[in-house]
């Protein structure tokens, strides 16, 4: 599972880093932390990224990243940028995206 570097304006309560669709082309996800090799990354194509619910411009905050290749995600550049120019319509998960709604927090106590 990779995240989306995160931060909320405290006065507006909005996300102030969001990814829309459409800023990128490629996503590079480096491995290290499941690996112990820096020089280890997976990529994939942006627009077969998850949308977040409810606004599906943006990018969802969590992926899900395999340990090796697939059929969605690669070890070669090159691979992903051949992917770009067939422009195939793929998700990294065909999911509903409503499954991955998050939950407002509860407070200690609230039932």
């Not at 990814?19 to 490629?26: A, N, T, W």
């Not at 998960?93 to 991955?100: K, Q, V």
Request: net charge positive; aromatic share 10%; with cysteine.
């Amino acid at each position: 599972m990779q995240k989306t570097r995160g931060g909320i304006d405290l006065q507006t309560n909005e996300d102030t880093r969001p990814y829309r669709f459409g800023e990128f082309d490629v996503l590079a996800v480096n491995m290290h932390p499941s690996t112990r090799d820096w020089h280890n990354f997976l990529f994939t194509l942006s627009h077969w990224l998850l949308p977040r619910t409810p606004d599906v411009n943006l990018i969802e905050i969590f992926r899900p990243v395999l340990r090796s290749p697939n059929s969605v995600w690669t070890d070669s550049l090159k691979t992903c940028l051949e992917w770009l120019a067939l422009g195939q319509p793929k998700r990294i998960l065909d999911i509903d995206p409503e499954l991955l709604r998050r939950r407002s927090k509860r407070k200690l106590g609230d039932q």
